[in-house]
């Protein structure tokens, strides 16, 4: 990793977000050139800066994905670009459609021509396990993202720029995650709110969430979707831990309050359109390798060492790797 990141320029939109700055913390220690940090929040970038004691290789650039001219000035000389940047959240995407296009859809398009103009070498983009067989406004956006960023492999001609994506489960004390909001119940109404108690969904903490994409960017050969694998849990179940593990002393009630808007039961890794491409895996590990053929270009097909191919293909559902402990020691 410290050949990798050594001396290099590096950039990270969304960079102030739960999995941004944590990325840019890991980042430090490699000892980069320099870090560019793009992100709409001035306050977030503020406290940032402040959290970091304003370390000399830091760059706060206040941007939005949506705008590409701030991109293609934030991009100049970077050597790899870690794209966290994104609405995330079910329920405002599902009532907000317009804008998780021009986010998540629009700014991607944004980050890969930045990305090709300023001859970036790496571009790792960050998605979810809901943009398999999505449901919801965002999973949609996100699977969007996922495919621009993986064809854009056959769009870039003579560029040298590699494009792959990280597809992550529920990141433990995220800022998007039910974690820091049930704390937040608890501690205002003494009551926590779950949705379907059988919903289950798959959970990673942000340190391996991290370490997936530093990984990723070793590994990566482009065109890649490099997954954790992961356990998961009943909602029902995980709230029972939350309380017992952070309010053992003190009466929490769960109450449920049905599914949101363009919620699924089950979340799935892995979607039938997975099961026509390669995959190969390890313990820790899926690298899905797409092999399409567009106009007669060469297919994206690569031997990975160390790792085996999967022939029977799994779905990797949410329902089938039910762990309890293991959730328990990731929150």
Same mark, same amino acid.
């Given at each position: 990793? /410290?050949?990798?990141?050594?001396?290099?320029?590096?950039?990270?939109?969304?960079?102030?977000?739960?999995?941004?700055?944590?990325?840019?913390?890991?980042?430090?220690?490699?000892?980069?050139?320099?870090?560019?940090?793009?992100?709409?929040?001035?306050?977030?970038?503020?406290?940032?800066?402040?959290?970091?004691?304003?370390?000399?290789?830091?760059?706060?650039?206040?941007?939005?994905?949506?705008?590409?001219?701030?991109?293609?000035?934030?991009?100049?000389?970077?050597?790899?670009?870690?794209?966290?940047?994104?609405?995330?959240?079910?329920?405002?995407?599902?009532?907000?459609?317009?804008?998780?296009?021009?986010?998540?859809?629009?700014?991607?398009?944004?980050? %890969?021509?930045?990305? /090709?103009?300023?001859?970036?070498?790496?571009?790792?983009?960050?998605?979810?396990?809901?943009?398999?067989?999505?449901?919801?406004?965002?999973?949609?956006?996100?699977?969007?993202?996922?495919?621009?960023?993986?064809?854009?492999?056959?769009?870039?001609?003579?560029?040298?720029?590699?494009?792959?994506?990280?597809?992550?489960? +529920?990141?433990?004390?995220?800022?998007?995650?039910?974690?820091? /909001?049930?704390?937040?119940?608890?501690?205002?109404?003494?009551?926590?709110?779950?949705?379907?108690?059988?919903?289950?969904?798959?959970?990673?903490?942000?340190?391996?969430?991290?370490?997936?994409?530093?990984?990723?960017?070793?590994?990566?050969?482009?065109?890649?979707?490099?997954?954790?694998?992961?356990?998961? %849990?009943?909602?029902?179940?995980?709230?029972?831990?939350?309380?017992?593990?952070?309010?053992?002393?003190?009466?929490?009630?769960?109450?449920?309050?049905?599914?949101?808007?363009?919620?699924?039961?089950?979340?799935?890794?892995?979607?039938?359109?997975?099961? /026509?491409?390669?995959?190969?895996?390890?313990?820790?590990?899926?690298?899905?390798?797409?092999? %399409?053929?567009?106009?007669?270009?060469?297919?994206?097909?690569?031997?990975?060492?160390?790792?085996?191919? +999967?022939?029977? %293909? +799994?779905?990797?559902?949410?329902?089938?790797?039910?762990?309890?402990?293991?959730?328990?020691?990731?929150?």
């Amino acid at each position: 990793m /410290l050949n990798v990141f050594k001396n290099k320029i590096l950039a990270v939109t969304g960079g102030t977000g739960s999995i941004g700055s944590e990325l840019v913390k890991h980042l430090l220690v490699y000892k980069p050139k320099q870090i560019r940090i793009i992100s709409r929040d001035d306050s977030r970038q503020y406290y940032l800066k402040e959290e970091l004691n304003s370390p000399s290789n830091v760059r706060f650039l206040i941007g939005d994905i949506r705008d590409i001219n701030r991109l293609d000035f934030g991009f100049q000389n970077v050597d790899i670009v870690f794209h966290a940047a994104a609405l995330k959240h079910v329920p405002l995407c599902e009532y907000n459609p317009f804008e998780a296009i021009k986010t998540n859809i629009m700014g991607t398009q944004n980050v %890969i021509e930045a990305a /090709l103009h300023n001859h970036v070498k790496k571009v790792i983009a960050i998605s979810t396990d809901k943009a398999v067989n999505p449901t919801n406004i965002m999973g949609t956006s996100k699977l969007m993202m996922e495919k621009q960023f993986i064809n854009a492999n056959y769009y870039i001609g003579n560029a040298k720029t590699k494009f792959s994506c990280v597809r992550f489960g +529920n990141v433990a004390w995220a800022r998007g995650s039910v974690l820091p /909001l049930w704390k937040k119940q608890a501690d205002r109404d003494g009551v926590i709110k779950i949705t379907n108690p059988e919903m289950t969904r798959f959970f990673m903490s942000i340190n391996e969430a991290v370490q997936l994409v530093l990984q990723t960017v070793h590994l990566t050969k482009g065109g890649e979707i490099f997954i954790l694998k992961m356990p998961s %849990i009943k909602i029902n179940d995980l709230a029972k831990l939350f309380v017992k593990k952070y309010y053992s002393n003190k009466p929490i009630k769960i109450k449920i309050i049905g599914k949101r808007p363009g919620e699924k039961k089950h979340e799935k890794l892995l979607d039938g359109s997975d099961q /026509l491409k390669t995959i190969f895996e390890n313990k820790t590990m899926l690298i899905v390798i797409p092999e %399409i053929q567009i106009y007669g270009l060469r297919k994206l097909h690569y031997q990975y060492p160390h790792l085996r191919t +999967n022939k029977k %293909i +799994n779905s990797f559902c949410s329902k089938d790797y039910i762990s309890t402990q293991k959730v328990n020691a990731i929150i």
